[in-house]
């Protein structure tokens, strides 16, 4: 086999894992708006087990459970702030992929808005010290031509 | 010489930020309860062994300290721990309570036989319900609970002697100590 037939066939091979993974969660809420709700929070919530899975995607016996949580609460009327917060209360933050904005994570937020700031502000002092460069240089063009 | 003062700065910036980060990433095993300080979540379960037994709850241990061990005859982890446990409960300061978390009865019985029971009391959380009201992600872990009824430490892993001596023992008021 050559080098691209191994390539396709790691492709194959990861998207039919992938199918694979995503037939884990097989759970049905009695409508559609709930069933939506429930598959947008359990790919929201951290596996605390794997840390890099939601559980949604874990095959761990305690995303189960974590899911269980979630599919009793929406049937039992909470709202998806409610549900967050029952985690957040036993696990933390960090159980959330997007966590709130607060004063120990608003640097998260800062840092590429400052970076983003800094290199404008960097891009703009070299493009007018060049400008000033061109418009002191009084050296007729043809001198500056390689010998 | 001038020209390469910003660019130092920048870099050393950006490795201490980078360096925070890599030190402080969420590893699994340093990771801070959110219970911290907060009062352990109330339960009342089956206990191990004989249903005529009946059901424990967490209030009777109220106006004491006492230690919550989450296990599971699945967690090799466990195992490792059982010895230190042994010898913890040798000690008779605390009551420790073992939460079988998802477990199977038989097995926990036959672990408990073979091994040896460190364990004032022994609850089944066949659900994980509590697990998760104590916020546990992973086997063992082992909380203390103060006279009142306040979560104060959280270790996560095997114990060992060392953390029992330093954050179990040395949080007993000196008037509870034997």
Known sequence: ?147 | MNRFVLPVIIFLLLAGVLYVGVVHSPDKSTMVSALLGKPAPAFELRMLGDPARGTFSSQRFAGRPWVLNVWGTWCAACRDEHPVLLDIAKQNRLPIVGLDWRDDDEDAMRWLTQLGNPYTVVVVDSEGRTAIDFGVYGAPETFFIDAEGVVQYRHVGAMTMEVWEREFVGRIPHSVSP
């Open chain 1, 1 to 147: 086999m050559n080098t691209r037939g191994i390539w396709l066939a790691a492709i194959c091979a990861s998207v039919l894992l992938a199918r694979v993974a995503s037939a884990i969660d097989i759970t049905l809420l009695p409508n559609e708006a709930q069933q939506q709700r429930y598959e947008a929070l359990t790919h929201e919530i951290r596996c605390m087990q794997c840390m890099n899975n939601s559980i949604a995607d874990s095959p761990v016996g305690l995303a189960a459970d974590l899911r269980r949580d979630v599919r009793e609460m929406i049937i039992a009327g909470k709202t998806d702030d409610e549900i967050r917060a029952y985690m957040v209360q036993r696990y933390g933050n960090v159980i959330l992929f997007n966590p709130p904005l607060t004063s120990s994570t608003a640097w998260v937020w800062a840092t590429p808005l400052v970076a983003l700031i800094g290199g404008i502000v960097v891009a703009i002092v070299i493009v007018r010290r060049r400008g000033r460069l061109v418009a002191d240089d009084d050296t007729p063009v043809d001198e500056e031509t390689p010998r």
